[in-house]
Structure formats: C-alpha cells, structure tokens
C-alpha cells in the first residue's frame, strides 16, 4: 500500500544545528559508527554543511512522481531522502524540483540515484549528495510512499531522523537519540581540539595514546 | 577495413551554438530522452558547456594513433568523440594533442577512456568528458576509423551529429535532426522559465500539474 | 612477522624536487610508461604537485593503528603509502593524523582506501590521493608493519621509493632509478615544449612524427 | 551498546516452507515488489532454494566473531543474516563454521560480503548467498550484535523475518506479512500455471492481457 | 515516436547455423574485431551455443512492455535483444515470457539488463544472456520501439542482424555482411585446426608464426 | 628494457604438491594472511585445484604476444601468471594457447584480464582463473617481460613463487618460504580436523576457543 505520512516528529531546532557544526565524522564517531550512509554517495559541490531532518521518498525506479507528493510535505530546514525500489542511475532531480523545495524552506536532498541540472544548483546553493549525476529523465506513472522508512545508501532511515552532511558523506542520527548524539559529538570535538594542538606541537599519538606497550605485547618489532 | 572519411556534413552553426545554450538536461528531453551518454562520463572541470559538430575516432585498446590522423579532418567547432574498440581506462590524449586540436579550431573532447594532463588542459581551457583520468600512456601500432559511426559510452554517434556536453555529462544530437530538436529544447527553456516563476512562488507540482486526481485514482492514501 | 623499518634510503632531494616539477605524466613515461598507480586514486582537492620519499605502511583492514607507528618515522618530505591488506572503503585518516603528520614534515598520503575530514585537510593544505572519502572510522587492534614493501592501488613499492602525484594521478619511481628517471623526465619535457611550440603552429603529429608512410603502409584509406 | 537477543518470534513452520516452494520471484512480486535484495547476492552454488526465520548477525568489517556468538542462538531451520557494518569483501565464513551451524540445524547463510571453502560448503550441502567468494580470513578483536535490525544488500531485515532464497537471489518477507504474502504468492502460483498453458499453446500476451488498446491509444506505431 | 517495426530482413538460415557452430571468439576475429558486447554479459547456463536473427527491442528503464509487443514478431530461429534506454538492473524477463516467446520459435534471449526464474529457463532449455540475475519486477507504463536500432551492452545492433552467443559471450553480425564473415570464419577454424595439431605436438608458436626475428628487432633481450 | 629470464629457480615439487592439496584458504591462513589475490579472480570451471611454480608474464595492455614468448620458458607443473600493465578486459588467451602451454607440461593459467574459449578451456581440463570472460582478441605489436616481478590481481608475484588456486580464488607463496608454509598448512589441517568432529558433535565456539569470558569484558549484553 502507498501512503503519504503527513505528521511527523522532529529532532529540536538547535540540536539539529549543533549536529551540523559536529559534522558527518564526529556525529559518526559520538553515535558509535554508525548511521552512515555508503561512500557512493558525493555532494555535486564541495564546502556544503548541513543538518535536517528527513523527508523520506520512497520511489518507483526512474519514476520521480513522489518527490512533487513529498514538497508539500516539507517544513523549513528538511531534507529530502530519496530511496529508489531498485538500484538507478536516473537523474530524479533538477533545478525545477529544487525551486520547488526550496520556496517550502528546504535545505537540501539525499538521492540515492542521479542529480541534474547542477550548475544550476550549485548556483543557486542547493547542495544535493548523490550516487551520479544524470540528465536521463524520470516518469511519474507509478506510486510510492512519503515519510515511510527507506534504505537508503545501504542505511536505515525514518522520517524525522536528522540527516547530517557535508564533504565526508552523509550520515543519519535516529531523532530519538539526536540530543544524545550531539552530547557526544559535543565531546569529542571538545577533545580533539586539545589533540590537535599536541599534535601540533609535535607530540606523538604512541605517546598520547600510550601505544607502545600494548604493540611490543602484540609482538611489533623494531629493526 | 580502416578508413577515413574526409567529408562529412555538419549542422548549421547556429543550430549548434543554440543546443549549446539550451544544455544537456533540456537537449535530452526535447528530443524524447535519447541520445544521453553513460553518467560515467564527467568533465575534467566544472562549468564548461558546448555544442559541436562530432568527428568520431575509433581507435583500437590502448592505441592513439587515429586522434593523429582524426586532427587534420577537423573544422572550427568542431567536437573529437573517442571510442576505443574494447573497454580500456588508459590515457589516450593529453596536453600536446589538445594544443595541436585546438590549433584546428576544436572545441572539446568526449572520450570512453582515460585522459591526463588535466591540470594544463584546464589552464588551457580545453573541456574534456572522460571515464576517467589516467596518465597511462597509448601506443601507435594499431589503425582504426575516422569519421565512421562509434558507439561511445552506450551512445551511436555518427560523424556530424551534435554533441552537447555541460556539468550534466554529454548528449548526442542527429544532424537531420539538429533543427527539430533546437526548437523543441527551447519551447522547452520558455516554458520551464514560468514553471520556475511559479514553484518560486510557492506553488506546488501537485497543482500545476493536476496531479491529485491522479493520485487518488491509483489509491495514494494521505495518513 | 610484523616489523617497523626504522632506518631507510631515501633518493636526493634535489631529484625527488626535479621529479614533483615533471609530474606523473611525464615520469610515467619517462621511465618506460611503469610504475603508475590505478586510476581511481583521485585527489581530494585539485592543484597539488607533490613528490617524496615513500614511508610504505601495511594496515589489516579497517585498522589504522600502523599510521601512528608510522609517523614516528616520518623526515620532512616524506610521503604516506598506505596499502590495506584486504580491499577497503573505510577511512584510515583525518585532520588529527594530518596535524601529526605535518608536524613531522609529512608533505602528504597516498591510501588505497579512504579519507575523511577532507574539507580540513584542504584547508590545512595537506594533499591526499586516495580510493575513496568516507567517514568510517577505523579500529587499533592488529598489527601491521611500517617500511616493508606493499601493493598500493596495484603498484609495488618500497619504502624510499620517490611517490610523484598530482590531479593526474600517482606514480612511483623506484628509488636507485630516480635520478636516470629524472634526467629521461627533464628531456622529454624539454622536447614537449618545442612540440607544444609548432602543434601551436599548426603543424599537424601526422607530418610531425611522419607517420603518413606507415599509415598507407598498415592500409589507412582515405575516402 | 552492543547486544545479543536471545529470544525471538519466528514465523510458523508451515508458512516458511509454503515460502520456500513459491520461490524467491513469485514471493517478491507477491508482496507488492518488495523485500529484494541486491542483485549481487548469488549463491554459491546452483539449486539450491531455501526459506527459513532470520538470525541477523551485525559484524564489525573483517571480524566474524559474533557469527560464532550468533550460532548458539540458532534454532532448526534458521538462516543466518550477516551485515558488516562497513563494506567488506573479505571472507567471514567458511566450512567449519558452516559444521557448526549445520548441527544446531542452520539451514544456510546470507551474508553481505565473502565465504569461503566453497567446495567444502557445496560437498555439505550448505547453500550461502554472497557479494563474493574470498579467502581473506577475518579477526575476532571487536563486538557486534545478534538479532537486532540490520540492513543486509539494501534490504533491511529484523530477526525472525522469514529469508527466502534461490537462484534467482534472496527477498526478505516481514514476519507479520508471512501468512499474507504465502496466500499471495500461492495465488500467484495459480495464476501462472494457467498463463503458462495459455502461453505454450501460442496465445499471446498482447491478447491475454488485453493490452492492445492501450498501447494504441498511448500512441504505438506498428509500420 | 515509438514504432514496431513488422517486417524485417533475415540471413539466410543456414548462414546463421554455420555462424553458430563456428562461435563468438571465432567470429569476431572472423569480422575483423568487431561486433562484441561486453564482456558482463554472461549466460545463464553455461554449454548453450546459438546464433540467429534479432528482433530489437527498446525499452524504458524498468518497464517491459515492449516485450510482450516484440514476442508477436517473432519468427522460429529469432534472437530478442532487449536494450533498456537507462541503464537497469531489474529483471525484465522470467518463464512466462519464455515460455511465450518459446511458443513462438524463439531460441533465446539477450538482455543488458536482469532476467529472473534462472532456474525454470535452465529447465526448459532457454539460453539467457545478461547484465545480472535480479527477481526485480518491471512495470508496463511506457512504450519503446520494436525492430528499432539500439545500443545493447555497447553494440550497435540492428533488427535482423545476427546474434550469436556461446560461452564466451555474445557476438553481432551485420545481416548484409553474415556471408562473408562465415566464410572468413570457416576458413580460420580451418586454420586453427592445423595449428592445434602442431601446437600439441610441441611446436611454438615462436616458430610457427615466425616471431623471433621481430622480437630481437624491437630490443627482447634473453637473460 | 624487456627482458626474458629463461633460468629461474622453483620450489620442490613435493612442497608444490602438498600446497596444492591444502588449498588457497587454508595456505592463506598458514602464511599470516597473505599473499591472496584479488577476489574477482574466478575459475571458470569449478572443482580445479592446482599448485605450481610461476612463470611470470607482463604484457601491454591488449597485447598477447609476450605469452608465446613464455610458452617456452615453461616446464611441468609450472603456472602462467598474466598482469597487464594498464588494466585491461581483453580476451588474451584461448584455446590454441593452451594447448601449446599443456604440450610443455603447463598445468593453469593465472591472469588478471580476460581469457576465452572457455567451453574448450573446460573440456580440455585446462584451468583458469582470471577477471572476466572475454572473447576481444589482442594483438602482438608491443613488447613485454617475462619472468620479472609483476602485480598480479593486487599481490606481488616473483617467477618461482608458488601459485595455489582452487574454487576459492589464488594464492601466491613466496619460493623461498613454500616448505614452512607448507608445515604451517598441514597443522592447520590437522588442527581443523579435530575441530571439525568437535563441531560436528554440537559444541560451540564460544566454547571451543573460550570466548566467553572476553566477551563479557568487552561488555557484550545478552537480552
């Protein structure tokens, strides 16, 4: 049965702002590697950051009718997911569309499948990570589902969980656990900014990590 | 046998510069969703955009013989298409082909193989769509065709059709159909201009396409 | 046995300066078109021209507990060669690793796998070529071993071989052969110029290299 | 938090075995085109068709230690699901692993990466469907879970879903859905016999399924 | 415009069967190199050996209507060779359309896209070769053309051309060209079985083909 | 500079044969894991185990004429190792190669390209493990060596080093190390016949090698 889920839940505004200053490795990391979606999955233009929460699309393959279903669906700061049924390169996608969702306050689209018309996008800063980029057009005969849970790049996404992307890839955070996530990722930044100034001072992860014990135990040999 | 054709016809240069214009995406579906080459084809920088006449070179594995021969047949405008007879990621062409091209007035080049000397091609200006980049160099032992039809990355192309190559990946165009295509991709362009306006505006697809009765009539639920 | 090579050869570094100004296309072939690394090794930002001594790290997949072992025997101009044991997709290495890694000198890293926090290693200007970028992180729990030889993206290298890498890819030149690599290298740059000069002209490869005799011969025809 | 869970609800028996006799085909149209695994799921050897209640298994990449914790929760008649959490082609699994599983009544494996010891697993009798075959060993160093929800080839699967499998590939039906999508499928099977007769004595499907009108009226041309 | 096209010209039959015994390998060396699909295009089954006349069919990505519409211009000893117009992997083809197109005197099928039921189409002795096996099921909204040109797996293939396929993969002869390459193809199994006699008598093919003197000319040195 | 080392040492033939018998995964397991090649490497008939002494071939891209310069190096029992030095798809190998090859006492062929003739190749009992099956034929224009170091598949491989290949794909050992991986192997087989009959009798892993107790440490919860 196709069906549009018109109330969802979603993760509070400034946690979901704190999770895209964390970025897609730390948010990764502080929720226990996990979450993220296959390394396939490349932004058109690279310097994009953002956070969301998701509008899941599932669609039919080459058939991008539920992405026009989906926009009405859209609140200010979502991002798009878009899962098709079976593996495509088709391009779902282009600068129609993004004037579209982006007039509904959108901030960007997880497509796991092609893009088109990107110079356009990248002019007018939609950033979309994509499995390729493809003009080959899609249909709009046969129905999917919005705001079900999709598999998406290999990750398990529900509508509502907060989408974290940027130049590393695209990694999604259960909204359940998002406030959690960024405690952690809150953390870990906190942490790795003292390491980068020992690093940087020369210090050696053997020494900071107290490595080298537990290598000569494991048998590595010095020669 | 392996030959050169010395003559062949090309479209009207201001059929060309408006394909060029109009750009892959529309290009592709103006003329019916044909004619798009695999998305593996990308450009070696972004935002080049052009329209040329094809001179097609079939060359054998790893041999680049003919793009020696395939220079001295080339007009102003017009685009080299490379298409080795087997799958080969080598680096068939470089900045010296592209100066001694460029001399003849070409415009770009779409090859179903590696390039290199990306980094000079770029300062030169000179676009190329690859399968990849490889400076893996080719020999010249081998003869191939010029100006014979090619399949190029799952595309036929025949000598004088118009290839349109932007951020999007390349199109081809027949020559007989050059015109047709020109005026239905730029009833297109007007067209898509309202359309823009209006998602701008805040409309949705849903309505400007009449799409709710269709969906209910499939049994899309809203829930 | 897994073993860290503390002391090793490495070429002059007035050659290993000469070789990073020819790059990899004309090494490659300098050297009798050898030594290349597969093509999908691809730069994370365009514009670097690197090359250095190779400090060759073997990882058991998914760990990248070696690359701490391995910079404790960085000198400065140094280059990471990291090959992982099994086919990998993970990301070994980020801006922490990187701060380490240039406070000793390291000027960049070659990884048959992949990367991530590749918006700060651009920032930071530290140049990696690599399979991938993902945010997966990786483990510390098996030994591997540092300056031994390795298979890296289908080449062989050995530690204080010269890497040479730039947006056309990665090359290496084994160490006891690089200044002859360098001189073949210098020549055949000298010769491209004058080439470069006369494509410019308007002469064409095919009176060039006179190969209009040996063309007939094979049976081109012209029709 | 890793876990295992040690109690869960599998489909009836009688429903698992209707599924095994429907086929993998019939099973995925018969629940409405879903539940297919990625196509590069293959079996490793030819013949064999298989359905039985899932225990998922989410491994580290390139460590197989939970397969081990997972095959002391297997009850008769299950299939194994194994997913690392990052891609990986190494060898998980191999035959005395699969001597294990067969004599707690394990009737076969599914598993997102390599197997090993392919001729030992054919001798047996113990069908595995998998990306690849490889003899890359893995560790047993980090934890993962067993039966909690894991996203295996695209597909995501809970412990005790029902895993149908054959040559054509694997699909993976909700275990609240089984009793449905077995009447489905049955109904299906029906059908098809009646088709096929239809279609063997030379009907065609153009008439069978009425589709000559339509095809006119979306604007076929026959010439 | 989408058309089927109903008459179409064939080789005469016992060319075909002659194009047959003598195999891919044989005769697309036989055509001078030309002709072959790539090399992903692999049958079901192995030990089936065809050739025969293609009936072309084009399709829209994941929609298999055009098959239905193509089995009524069938002829006995008849080819299909389905080409999607984006790339596909979803199964488009099982035993109920074999066992149609079987009805109809087809002996086989090509496909750069998946087939489903591998299992009942070894049964019945219907040779499939292509892009993948996948249960994925295609829908019937978008017309595409019959006994069009297409673009299959890399070759230009043209109605009423002759497909063979064996082991080695699958081979296309011109229509107008089928007598001449059978003939070089006779000529050089021939050939070959004079060859195989000297070969397994010892003799080296350093000898038979008379290679020494040219290898010493280009510089082989023995060590 | 291409060269044809005619003496090279091999390892002695009983250590040749036990390998052989052991098999790729278990040799794998007993030399540390290594020396496995790639996984895309397949037979192209299953139930060949072999082991022999490696006669190394680097050949251009395409080009299959350092092969007949081989043949002659070959003795009994040896295996031919083919490595391209650009990655290639050709087809460089068939039937009239192999029966010269099996004249001099060759038993396999490794080869990371193509090979074709596949359905002789089987009937003929003469294995091969390659990347594809191709049928595009190579020409004999371009030098290479035989019998120096290559990469083969992504492992280095010396002329003399032990090749074992069997359903699991290949391995290569070291020559000097053969008859200590000999030793380490046939303990390994000893070893897992014991656990064989220990699993076979129902107990676990868990139990066998006493995993529970670090499980529990590293904090694995049963729920």
Request: proline share 4%.
């Amino acid at each position: 049965m196709n069906v549009v889920v018109q109330s969802i839940a979603r993760a509070e505004p400034d946690v979901v702002a704190g999770l895209a200053e964390c970025g897609v490795a730390t948010v990764h990391e502080a929720q226990g590697r996990t979450g993220l979606l296959a390394p396939y999955m490349r932004p058109i233009y690279a310097g994009a950051r953002i956070a969301g929460s998701a509008v899941t699309i599932s669609v039919a393959p080459c058939d991008n009718w539920m992405i026009h279903v989906a926009i009405e669906q859209l609140k200010p700061g979502d991002v798009m997911v878009v899962a098709p049924t079976s593996p495509s390169d088709a391009g779902y996608f282009g600068d129609l569309l993004a004037t579209s969702a982006k007039a509904r306050g959108c901030i960007g689209l997880i497509i796991d499948a092609g893009v088109r018309d990107v110079r356009d996008l990248t002019e007018m800063g939609f950033p979309v990570w994509s499995k390729c980029v493809s003009a080959q057009g899609a249909v709009k005969e046969t129905l999917g589902s919005v705001n079900v849970p999709v598999v998406c790049a290999g990750a398990y996404i529900e509508a509502g969980d907060v989408i974290v992307a940027d130049d590393d890839g695209v990694c999604v955070v259960k909204r359940a656990e998002a406030a959690q996530a960024l405690k952690a990722a809150r953390a870990r930044v906190a942490n790795e900014e003292d390491k980068r100034k020992r690093f940087q001072a020369g210090e050696l992860g053997l020494d900071m990590y107290k490595m080298r014990g537990r290598l000569a135990e494991k048998g590595l040999k010095y020669v």
